[in-house]
């Protein structure tokens, strides 16, 4: 497919003037390409032709990762992003050609809101993550810790004292440094450390109890965590293994939309009905990066979209799966 190695390569430069009309192109490419796609488009009786804006976009539902494979051409996949769940729940797949792509944009969208990466020091404690393996989270921070460079190792399970112990040594080098943590991961750790030991690092929280703690509000538990690490702020990634673009939280759950991935908020009981203003429902994402699969996805998040185009997660519908992707109940 000779268009989409030049419209990859071109998401570097895509501006909020351009995403719109970049949107459009890949959708009518996609619409036409990619049979899972073309064929619900069909089963709406949606003419792409008259689709002239964001809002008339039809959105796939996430849930066909689950049961088709989704892809705007054929290839053989270099790697299969699956997403997290239990042995009873069936696991959304991702086929994707070419990781390297993934790797280099998501380190090119952290950087775009956190700077460079090379001289920091990136740690994740994403136990649940390493241990059900194909995961797009632990490939993307694997990537940021070769990134940065950095000598001491970076992912942890359960082993907190190590980890306190390189923190410590980061910190004594006056190095930048991020944590990544799956929820219930982090709150172990919070009952650990001593008041004011993590001062100064940014950390994120990915979501997810997994099962292994009571459901918390996202208030209550960035309350928790900032009062226990002696930090400002909680931040978040918005990302999952449907999606190759991320998009961040620097404190109180609200997400700036990335250069490639901007959220639309559909009607509860119309999901047809699409708004590109300020509104609270379903969220639908538009993801640039998904050249390869599918860039207009229905998921089952619940949100709430404001005038500046940043979001925020409120929860997940009450039929979804429970899946930790950075989706507190709120």
Do not use: W
Not at 109 to 128: D, I, M, N
């Amino acid at each position: 497919m000779a268009f989409l190695p030049e419209y990859k390569s071109n998401l570097s430069s895509i501006t909020p003037d351009t995403f719109e009309a970049a949107a459009l192109e890949l959708f009518r490419f996609q619409a036409k390409e990619n049979q899972v796609y073309g064929e619900y488009l069909s089963f709406l009786n949606r003419d792409p032709k008259n689709v002239e804006s964001l809002d008339q976009i039809p959105f796939l539902p996430i849930e066909f990762f689950k049961t088709h494979q989704v892809t705007s051409h054929a290839f053989t996949p270099k790697t299969v992003f699956l997403s997290s769940g239990t042995t009873l729940q069936q696991r959304s797949q991702h086929l994707v050609e070419d990781p390297i792509f993934y790797c280099q944009h998501a380190q090119s969208l952290f950087e775009e809101t956190y700077g460079p990466l090379k001289e920091a020091v990136v740690f994740a404690l994403l136990p649940s993550y390493l241990e059900q393996g194909d995961s797009s989270l632990v490939m993307m921070i694997d990537h940021f810790i070769k990134a940065t460079g950095q000598q001491q190792e970076g992912f942890y399970l359960k082993n907190h004292q190590e980890l306190r112990q390189a923190i410590a040594q980061a910190q004594v080098e006056h190095k930048t440094i991020y944590l990544f943590g799956v929820t219930y991961a982090l709150l172990d750790l919070a009952e650990e450390v001593n008041k004011g030991e993590f001062a100064g690092l940014t950390i994120f929280e990915t979501g997810g109890m997994k099962g292994r703690r009571r459901e918390m509000v996202r208030e209550e538990l960035h309350q928790e965590l900032t009062e226990a690490f002696g930090v400002e702020a909680i931040h978040s990634e918005y990302g999952m293994t449907e999606l190759l673009s991320q998009a961040y939280s620097k404190g109180q759950g609200i997400f700036q939309p990335s250069r490639t991935l901007h959220v639309l908020i559909r009607d509860v009981n119309d999901p047809f009905a699409i708004s590109t203003g300020p509104a609270s429902g379903g969220l639908n994402v538009i993801d640039l990066a998904n050249a390869d699969s599918c860039a207009f996805l229905e998921t089952k998040d619940l949100g709430k979209l404001y005038t500046d185009g940043s979001f925020e997660v409120l929860g997940r519908f009450d039929n979804s799966d429970i899946r930790g992707c950075n989706l507190l109940v709120g």
